[in-house]
């Protein structure tokens, strides 16, 4: 089968996915969403525009970013709704243009198209799609806050509509977003959610917990700071509790600068062992690191069911997160983690306080969330999954 992915190539979440689908047997197209030069894992295959065909030999291609938009596409097309919506981070000399996707369309024949992302990689096919004969299917991933923050956003209104009316399949990586799909006019079959990394080796990953949650000493926190993360106040609550941070060591994963700058005030002034935790090189070192944590703090006003929360649970860390994601979905709030608001950092400080205290708690948590993760996140039970919906989905191409 010839599937064609459009996404941020450079993203690991993508590589997840791709890891969760691959079989040696598909052939899989990546059409990079931005021009970013950053690494891809080392068996993906690079080609240029002019050399994609339909026989492509099975295995992972990605098209050369650099070819994502031909000279001038942009700049012709200056009033795109694509360019006007995106994050503000992207700038549009980065972005591929609908011609060059629709001609990616044209050249590979793709049995199916999915995207994986909204706002950079489902609006972009929005327009690529538009008054094409005899397109593939569609299936369209959604990832985090996607549609769960962009929805809050009226200008972003008539794109979501067109997005969610042009889809053939939605593949949320939360229940809560197919509700709003609906609203926004999807009117395809419903479709069991997924997380957007497809799935992990669970019984692998969870072999490196060799210590239970209540004898470990160590607090990982998430150290986003953006449109999204709060990880300032999610340091801001331990200060809170900060008498009950004696022996501990608290971690900060890919901090922000303030956040990193507010890290070292923190030891500077008030003694704590707070740092911000080195880049490790290999998945299982940054894993191992997981295992050793007792908690796992997440604060941010949107999200869909982040993956660090997922790591958390096969390796028995005790979730703390913000009630904006749907970890709801995954956990009893008060046994199997715990939901807190984005914007009290009291109650934040509270439910830290509870994990650190209460031993039974984290350990049974423990326990329950492996077995969550065995029957959701798996990526054996997942790869069937999405291969079940490519297979059902190529079958209503015209």
Excluded at 87 to 108: G, I, M, N, Y
Excluded at 193 to 211: N, R, S, Y
Excluded at 227 to 233: I, P, Q, T
Excluded at 283 to 297: F, L, Q, T, Y
């Amino acid at each position: 089968m010839r599937i064609l992915i459009v996404g941020m190539h450079n993203s690991p979440h993508l590589h997840r996915w791709i890891e969760t689908i691959d079989d040696g047997r598909a052939t899989i197209l990546i059409f990079p969403a931005t021009a970013s030069q950053a690494p891809t894992p080392a068996h993906y295959r690079y080609i240029g525009f002019a050399d994609i065909h339909p026989e492509l030999a099975p295995g992972v291609w990605v098209m050369d970013p650099l070819q994502i938009s031909g000279a001038g596409e942009l700049a012709s097309y200056a009033d795109w709704d694509f360019i006007r919506f995106t994050h503000s981070f992207v700038q549009p000399a980065w972005l591929a243009s609908p011609f060059r996707l629709r001609s990616v369309l044209l050249r590979f024949r793709p049995a199916l198209l999915h995207s994986l992302e909204t706002q950079l990689a489902g609006y972009l096919c929005v327009d690529a799609l538009q008054d094409v004969e005899g397109r593939p299917p569609w299936i369209a991933s959604s990832w985090g806050s996607d549609l769960e923050l962009f929805r809050r956003f009226e200008k972003h209104h008539p794109m979501l509509r067109r997005f969610c009316t042009g889809i053939d399949r939605f593949l949320a990586d939360c229940a809560r977003d197919m509700v709003t799909a609906r609203r926004f006019g999807y009117a395809g079959p419903p479709v069991e959610p997924m997380p957007a990394t497809g799935g992990g080796d669970i019984e692998q990953l969870a072999k490196m917990a060799t210590t239970p949650p209540s004898a470990r000493r160590s607090i990982i926190v998430k150290g986003y700071h953006n449109w999204a993360g709060r990880g300032l106040l999610a340091l801001s609550a331990l200060t809170l509790i900060r008498d009950r941070l004696e022996g501990l060591s608290v971690g900060i994963l890919t901090p922000a600068p303030q956040v990193r700058a507010w890290a070292e005030h923190m030891r500077a002034t008030l003694g704590l062992d707070v740092e911000a935790l080195p880049y490790l090189p290999t998945p299982e070192d940054a894993m191992a690191r997981m295992a050793n944590a007792r908690a796992v703090i997440g604060v941010s006003i949107s999200d869909g069911i982040p993956t660090t929360v997922l790591e958390a649970m096969t390796v028995g860390a005790f979730p703390v997160q913000t009630s904006t994601s749907c970890l709801n979905e995954w956990i009893v709030d008060g046994e199997t983690g715990i939901l807190v608001s984005p914007h009290d950092t009291a109650e934040m400080a509270e439910a830290i306080r509870r994990a650190l205290a209460d031993d039974e708690l984290v350990d049974r948590a423990a326990e329950r969330n492996l077995e969550m993760v065995r029957s959701r996140w798996s990526r054996e039970i997942n790869h069937q999954r999405a291969w079940d919906l490519y297979r059902s989905v190529a079958l209503t191409r015209d």
